[in-house]
Nanobody, 124 residues
Framework: QVQLVESGGGLVQTGGSLRLSCAAS????????MAWFRQAPGKEREFVAG????????SYADSLKGRFTISRDNTQNTVYLQMGSLKPEDTADYYC?????????????????WGQGTQVTVSS
């Protein structure tokens, strides 16, 4: 089992930046593929970004490339999501997810472990 706790959400103005953190405990974090998803009100949960165990492979939603960056620190059992040039449409609950498989998947159904989410609101 892996327990995930997100932090760093909040209210930010259009064009601003935020860094989300996800602290993991339990199963060996260094062999857990990690990802971020988000869910806006009334919408499906969607893939944002993912990173493999070693950090050698990253994947992003096409619409977010260039604005969001995922990273991880296996010594701190933490994964990060740096978000920049934020827009009102980025407003959502952001979730950290983990899976024991080797590959980054863009479907939520591929992830066994989930955090409770952190809310991000971008004001216009």
């Amino acid at each position: 089992q892996v327990q995930l706790v997100e932090s760093g959400g909040g209210l930010v103005q259009t064009g601003g930046s935020l860094r989300l953190s996800c602290a993991a405990s339990g199963r060996t974090f260094s062999t857990t593929t990690m990802a971020w998803f988000r869910q806006a009100p009334g919408k499906e949960r969607e893939f944002v970004a993912g990173m493999s165990w070693t950090g050698s492979t990253t994947s992003y939603a096409d619409s977010l490339k260039g604005r969001f960056t995922i990273s991880r620190d296996n010594t701190q059992n933490t994964v990060y999501l740096q978000m920049g040039s934020l827009k009102p449409e980025d407003t959502a609950d952001y979730y950290c997810a983990g899976r024991s498989g080797l590959y980054v998947l863009s479907t939520r159904h591929g992830y066994e472990y989930w955090g409770q989410g952190t809310q991000v609101t971008v004001s216009s």
